[in-house]
């Protein structure tokens, strides 16, 4: 179990954190840049088949509208598929696709003037979404404009772009596992010198060692080398102690042994002189074993 307050748990923890929000970021965009790459291939059939529908648009002399030809798909003659187009006048529709059946399609007015082409969203003969594309037609002697209109079920859009989030969504969460488990590898691997810090600093308080050695990363290295100086320095510190400690030894020798000898001829302190006596010898015994200068 890792604690809560280890440097390996709050890495990690971070890490998780900025690899889910960089993957839900992402996620997020490539979704909304697949919806509008389908939405603009969507909008340039429409186009196209808005043109080939103005284009076939005809009033010879001062007959009515005719139509010449219309849009080849076939799914613009299927009831309710989806596809749809349809020419209005000024009294309201005049041509539709026969896939509207008997439904015509209801158009805000706000037709463009200069016969551009612009987009609308509408609700289509069974209440779904449409996205309609229209654009204003002028023919020579005619009393007014037409608008001629193509228009596509949004369900299909739709429907391609909750796929591509699916699996989107799928490919995002393996790879965020693969990169939570990359993570974890590369802060183990990361933390591995502070592992060899902790076992080498280990063997020198068990007295196996007495420096750290071998290669450490760039980071720890200043560490390393302050902790061998300041051992240094303490071995420095031990090694001045124990010389004073023998000098003071060595120089408390003589003035004992003096003592000794003037309190062994008074007869009424003969007691204390032999307890006298007896801890100088215990001295000079341990003076004795002291190396000079040590």
């Given amino acids: ?22 993957l839900a970021a992402a996620g997020t965009l490539l979704a909304a840049l ?56 000024l009294e309201g529709p005049i041509f539709r696709s026969r896939s509207l059946w008997d439904v015509a399609l209801r158009l805000p007015r706000d037709a463009s003037p200069d016969g551009g082409v612009h987009r609308h969203r509408i609700p289509g003969p069974e209440g779904q979404s449409l996205i309609v594309l229209e654009r204003t037609v ?23 772009a909750a796929a591509f989030t699916r699996t989107l969504g799928l490919s995002l969460g393996v790879l965020a596992v693969a990169l939570f488990a990359a993570a974890a590898i590369q802060v183990r691997v990361g933390l591995r010198p502070l592992h060899r810090l902790r076992a080498g600093v280990a063997a020198i308080r068990e007295g196996r060692i007495k420096r750290l050695e071998g290669p ?21 510190v031990v090694a001045r102690g124990r010389v004073q400690a023998g000098n003071l030894a060595h120089g408390l020798k003589t003035p004992l042994s003096i003592l000794a000898y003037e309190t062994i001829g008074s007869t009424p302190r003969r007691c204390a002189a032999f307890r006298i006596d007896a801890k100088s010898d215990r001295h000079d015994a341990t003076t004795d074993r002291l190396p000079p200068g040590s």
């Avoid at 429409?46 to 798909?73: F, K, M, V, W």
């Avoid at 450490?216 to 320095?233: M, Y």
Wanted: hydrophobic share 40%; aromatic share 8%.
């Fill in 1 to 22: 179990m890792i604690a809560l307050n280890s440097l390996r748990f709050r890495l990690l923890v971070g890490a998780v954190i900025w690899i889910s929000l960089a």
């Fill in 34 to 89: 697949f919806r509008a790459h389908v939405e603009r291939r969507l909008e340039t059939e429409l186009t196209i088949q808005l043109e080939q529908i103005a284009a076939a648009l005809e009033r010879p002399g001062t007959g009515q509208l005719t139509l010449t030809h219309q849009p080849s798909d076939p799914r613009f003659r299927k009831p309710y598929s989806g596809f749809y187009w349809q020419v209005d006048g």
């Fill in 138 to 160: 002028t023919l020579p002697d005619a009393p007014g404009a037409y608008r001629v209109v193509a228009a596509r079920d949004e369900t299909e859009l739709t429907a391609a």
């Fill in 216 to 236: 450490f990363p760039t980071e720890t290295q200043p560490l390393v080398d302050d902790l061998n100086a300041l051992l240094q320095r303490n071995e420095e």
